[in-house]
């Protein structure tokens, strides 16, 4: 893209009065977008669509926090972050800016009360709610043995009572204990395994029902980790067993060189030897992923050869 390209894309996504709003907003501190839509008395899908645009200009910068999204102004000292603290300049608080600045206050106050802005390897919030109504009605029970790195508490629950025998996978010292003290207060009977303790066994065991969350490691525009994690779903499923994996919507989109997401997403498990079942998509507190439910792909007979 050029010179004159970037600079058009920017001053378009700042060319609105709902998102010079929420530049201000931002200001302020990173928020969520449930705390900026609060603020601007707007819903989530709404306020999600316009940080969208503000952060494919560059204008915010977009950072995992937990469960949440938040967004912040640019760090720095890039033409980016000079051209928004020019048009911050020129913004002045009125009442109705003031308004929203003391009604995002309140917003964050509330969050903290609730623990903060779903900070903590198993924070609740309303996008792990989305995530189980989504996908649970589908047929997750009575799967038998099944592999789960999930850090939605609420699709943990319910994936974890449903199957015969449960491993919770966690990715860090740290968040196996958080896992371990969950399924101990909740009454769940499941053992659990660090990753690369269980992964690097010589003989790995099979599971009919393997679920990877969004790579930790994932970045926007980066699909390496989203490639892994496909490839190991492979791997560890039984010759019947399904798989449902996640990526990231935006991280797709960034990587995907024109090509439509989910269109990108079926390209990776075929890639992968995984056959694609459905794409759920689900949305909500500025997140938006797509789950693949899959299986292992059949694989082909060879021909048999003429007399």
């Known amino acids: 893209m050029s010179v004159l390209d ?23 501190g990173p928020a969520s977008v449930s705390a900026l839509a609060a603020a601007c008395a707007d819903s989530e899908p709404n306020v999600s669509r316009q940080l969208k645009q503000l952060a494919g200009a560059g204008l915010v910068q977009r950072t995992r ?16 972050a000079r051209l928004v603290q020019w048009l911050l300049a020129r913004l002045a608080d009125d009442p109705a800016l003031q308004a929203a600045r003391l009604a995002l206050q309140r917003a964050r106050r509330a969050e903290a ?12 919030s309303r996008f792990g709610r989305a ?32 199957a015969r025998e ?6 860090s010292a740290a968040e196996r204990a958080a896992l371990r003290r969950w399924a101990a207060e909740r009454g769940v009977a499941a053992e659990v395994a660090l990753a690369p ?5 010589p003989a790995a065991p099979r599971w009919d029902l393997v679920v990877l969350d969004e790579p930790p490691t994932s970045r926007p525009g980066a699909i390496g980790a989203l490639e892994a994690d496909l490839e190991l779903a492979r791997r560890l499923l039984a010759p019947a067993g399904r798989a ?6 935006d991280a797709l ?38 789950v693949a439910r899959c299986a292992a792909a059949p694989v082909a007979a060879p021909l048999a050869r003429s007399a």
């Open 65 to 80: 926090q937990g469960q949440f999204v938040e967004y912040a102004l640019p760090a720095g000292e890039g033409d980016e």
């Open 253 to 290: 989109e960034a990587a995907a060189g024109g090509v439509a997401p989910p269109r990108r997403l079926r390209g990776l498990l075929l890639a992968a030897g995984l056959e694609c079942q459905d794409l759920v998509p689900v949305e909500s507190e500025g997140r938006h992923v797509l």
């Open 131 to 162: 995530l189980a109504a989504a996908l649970v009605p589908a047929g997750a029970n009575g799967s038998g043995r099944a592999l789960l790195r999930c850090r939605h508490p609420e699709l943990l629950a319910a994936l974890a009572r449903s």
């Open 166 to 171: 449960a491993v919770l996978l966690a990715t």
């Open 113 to 124: 009360a609730r623990g903060g802005a779903g900070r903590g390897p198993l924070a609740p």
């Open 6 to 28: 970037t600079l058009a894309t920017q001053l378009r996504a700042a060319a609105d009065e709902r998102r010079l709003r929420l530049l201000r907003l931002c200001a302020d």
């Open 244 to 249: 449902w994996l996640m990526a990231d919507y």
């Open 197 to 201: 303790a269980l992964l690097v066994q």
